[in-house]
């Protein structure tokens, strides 16, 4: 009997793994596992030339002109709500460091984009200890990559670092008042919110569920006039979400304080296809709420066969209305 299947039904098989799994992306290398992360001190020592260049910048927390060469990846796990603490022992070179939930990867233009990065990165060279602040359960990477230099001027070398991550217990924060979006993605997929159309220069910040700040845009590139953008292309893990939205000025930290801007108007909050009208008064901030989640059974579809056709359709149809390539 011929063990090997037809060359259909493997193509086949191909077909129907990548529309249930969605469109492939390529993911960093984690170099070293640190396990789940005890409360107190975990010392990690280091050298980039060990790792590879696999992130060129970190989508959403960096300048785009900017670009960082080898990067070595930490894996490691917190079991409860926690803060995250930084402290350079000793540093060689220009290691930047960077606070990951995915090991997603992109390539929008020249450069590999790392797409999971949250929080403010920590630039250990300026100021030798950093608060990454809040945290959740769950897995998180820690990047540290060498600053190589701008556009036009790089120049390429590795670096050295020891450190010490301080871990603190974090009491979560009570929720905020919001308006209930729904669900709005599932995981892995793209996220994108903005207030792209406004009379006013606004601010955005994503909060998870526990009041973990973990990210926050003043003003994106596409704005006409100051306005924000979150765009997260390797999704978010599966949860739920708060979207703070302020005026210019506005400051965002963890627990979900928030001190309002200075300025107010007419606003249009989409989110993956969605869209919310809104007027912020001054000195006001306001919230709304979102899961990301798995799909409704009824919205899966596996009827052996006929998973093909329904599922090129879809690929058909986005290869026709996608204009972005």
Known sequence: M???????FLLLGGVVAAC???PLRAELIVNHNLGPLPFG???VTGDTSTGANNADIYAGITNPAFNWGNEVIYSFSLSSPSSLVIAANALAGDPDFFLLNSLATGRPGLKNEALGAIKSPAYLDTQRVFNFGALSPGTYYLSVDSFIGADGGIVPGDAAFDVDLHVFPYSPAPAPTAVNLGRIAGLGEPIEI???VADFD???ALYDSIGAALRF?????RAAAFQSALRFEGGLPLGEYFIAVGGFDAVFEDAFVAVPGDESGNYALAYNGGVVNGFLDPAEIQYYRFTVGIPEPSSIILLGWAVVPVCCARRRRKLNTDTNG
């Open 2 to 8: 011929n063990s090997q299947k037809p060359a259909a």
């Open 20 to 22: 249930l799994v969605g």
């Open 41 to 43: 001190s975990t010392n």
């Open 194 to 196: 903005d207030t792209l």
């Open 202 to 204: 606004t601010e955005l």
């Open 217 to 221: 845009n003043d003003d994106d590139e």
